[in-house]
Each structure stands twice: as structure tokens, then as C-alpha cells.
């Protein structure tokens, strides 16, 4: 990719100040990326195809090196800490990711949890866990599973991970290991998933972006009410309120919060202790602004829980040390 595409945020951008989170928060998901400066050494495919559509839109404006300057000065109020996803589920090497995101980390002074890449069927599993294991910030692994048999449009993954039994080895790998695993899927999938989980039980599992809840019809709001319940009995399962804007992009402006129902119910399926904020930028920086997003969830959660939701879950979870 030859040019660096500039993007300004929409007119709702306007700098903020944490809405009454007093002991200042952690973000539980964001990126950053390099595809302009680092794209031959990292190998990023999607970031670097650019304008071709995503299941969350067209990701032309954030095809570009998004780094770790870039993101903490997103808000007058920084995050103290911050958990950094992998972003691309095909890089030939995701270590090359890891030790990128660990670098941009350690030079900003920011405390960092990383969760990389690895490709839990493939038979060098062992060999790249430990190579990723070099750098202090991993915690864990996401391979994204989100797939729709008749959505090809909204799915992610390139097949059916869940059932296939090497990758589900691969979660066993990951539980000796004490590392932890986001899971992002559809609740269509929550059966399968728990199913792919039963024979990990110790392992931590992070629900990334609120279960995917892009049916917003009365019929999809009950099949995610359903998929959360089921998913919220398994223990050691955490759900993160995040990714709102790749289900609505006006989730922000609209007259009445779409997804304050959402919100509501994994608070009473999770508890206060098992949910967590995460900005899921700059993707999210398609529809909002940093602080609009934050402030936004946070008007949502109960004054009793956004300590936990915004900060100490997030530090306990993925076992971030704050300066």
C-alpha cells in the first residue's frame, strides 16, 4: 500500500473526560497497526487490500498505520492500561504482530496485555505459543470464529473452527498454559462453542464485542438473549461491551441507546465482575470518537460496577500490572 489515507472523526468527535470514572480505566480491546511502515515485515492482508468490504463496512478510512501515539492520544484522558487484539487472522508470522505491539508499548510507557494470533489446529502450535511467550504483555490467543453459514458476508472465519477436534487440542494447549482465549462468534454459535469448551473448563474465555448482537430483530434480540445465558453459566467466561458500531452506526446518536438493553442483560448474566470495556479502536473509529464510545457505555453501567467494568476487571482478567 503507497499512501496514507487521512480520516477525521465525525462531528460528535469532540475531546471528553471519563464520565465519573474517578480511578481513570483500562481499554479491554483495541489495535494498532502498521500496514504503510511494517507491512512487508508484518505481512497485514486485509489493511492492505484496500476498500474491500468488511462484515463491519467499508474499512477504507483505518487502512493505515494506526500506532500506539496515535491511540493513547485518541482522548484528553488516556487509558492507564490497555488490552491489544490481534488484527488480521491470516499473518504469516502473528509473532512479527506481538513483538511490534510490545515495542510501540514499551516505547510509549504504556502497560500492555496482548492477546496475538496462533492458529490453534496447526502442528507447529507449541512452537509459536512459545515464541510469542517471549515478549512480558502475552496473555492469550484469539482465532477468530465468527462464521455464518448463510451469511458469507458477515462471517470472519474461513471455516468451522469449533468443531474441528485439532483446534480444539489447541485450547487444551492453551489451558496448560495458563493463557486465556477471546472468542468472538455469533450466538447462532453458542452451543457449538460450549460444546468445543467442555473439555477446558479451567481455561478463561473473553467474549470479545458484546456477542456479536447484529440481528436487531425482536427474533435475533431472543436467540442473543438465549446464547448470553447459555455462555454466562459456563465459569471462567468473561463478555466485554464492545464493537457496538459494527452492529449500528448510529449506535452513539440515535434518540433512545439501541444497545442499553444489551448492556443491561450481560450485567445480569455475567455479574459486575465478569464484564469489561473495550473501545475497539480505531475500527470504531469509523462511527465515533473515542470518548463519545467510553461515555457512552459507562452512562449505561451502574455507578456500583464501572470501577470494575472499566478498570479492575480488565486488570484482573489479563493480568495487566499498573505503573
Known sequence: MSRLCEFHCPEDAAL?????????????????????TRGAAIGYGWL???????PFGDPTPIQRDYMMAEFLAE????????????????????????????AE??????????????????????????????????????????????RPDLSFAPRGFLADPNWRDGLKRLEGLGLCFDLQLYPAQAEAALEALAATPALTVIIDHALSPYDASPTGFARWKAAVHLLAARPRTHVKLSGFGMYRRDWVTA?????????????????????????????EKLVTAYGTARDLVADL?????RDGVFLHNIINTYSVTLP
Open 105 to 150: 508499548a514499551d516505547a510509549a510507557g504504556h502497560p500492555v496485555a496482548i492477546i496475538g494470533l496462533a492458529d490453534l489446529s496447526a502442528p507447529d502450535l507449541d512452537r509459536t505459543l512459545a515464541r510469542h511467550g517471549q515478549y512480558r504483555g502475552f496473555r492469550g490467543v484469539r482465532q477468530i470464529v465468527a462464521r455464518l453459514a448463510d
Open 16 to 36: 471528553s473526560t471519563p464520565l465519573l470514572l474517578p480511578s481513570g480505566y483500562a481499554d479491554a480491546h483495541h489495535h494498532i497497526w502498521a500496514p504503510v
Open 301 to 305: 453501567v451502574p455507578p456500583a460496577d
Open 75 to 102: 482522548d484528553t484522558a488516556a487509558p492507564r492500561a490497555s488490552v491489544h487484539i490481534q488484527t488480521d487472522g491470516a499473518l504469516p508470522d502473528p509473532v512479527a504482530e506481538t513483538a511490534f505491539v510490545q
Open 48 to 54: 492492505c487490500d484496500i476498500g474491500a468490504p468488511k
Open 255 to 283: 434518540a433512545v441507546p439501541p444497545f442499553a438493553p444489551h448492556i443491561a442483560h450481560l450485567l445480569a448474566e455475567f455479574g459486575g465482575d465478569r464484564v469489561m470495556w473495550g473501545s475497539n479502536y480505531p475500527v
